[in-house]
């Protein structure tokens, strides 16, 4: 029985290999970004039953209600891969407060509104696999 994956970050880089290879696996995609073009390009590619829906994951609201579009047609899903994350390389002494604020939203709090708004969803055997890099480690 296919497998329901959904994949933040989806729209490009490892989201959209990651997407690929579970299409190809035979599993049923759904894929997260924050440009609406880029994760359905990715759909369009990987073709039908495959789902793109925008998504801030930054924005606990947007996630809230995305997790519940969701829910509507997939009442189980079995993966969350919070793969979405940004790197905007700056060193510590020279950083604005925004460059700061909007990395720590989306690769730190994104993850965890994702993770809160899909566990329903994911009771009973589900698995969260959360993507990282150590790239964003900061100069002084």
Partial sequence: MAKTIVITGAGDG????????????????ILLGRTLSKVKAVADEIGAPHVA????????DAVRSVFATIAE???KIDV????AGV????????ARDDQILNQISINLA??????RAALPLL???????NVTSESVALQM
Avoid: K, M, W
């Avoid at 829906?53 to 606990?60: K, L, S």
């Fill in 73 to 75: 047609s997939y009442p």
């Fill in 14 to 29: 490892l989201g959209r290999a990651l997407a690929r290879r579970f299409a190809a696996d035979g599993e049923t995609v």
């Fill in 80 to 83: 969350l891969i919070n793969n």
């Fill in 110 to 115: 994104g993850p965890v509104f994702c993770a």
């Fill in 123 to 129: 009771r009973g055997g589900g698995h969260i696999i």
């Fill in 87 to 94: 790197y905007e390389p700056f060193t510590l002494a020279d």
């Fill in 53 to 60: 829906i925008q998504c801030d994951v930054a924005d606990p």
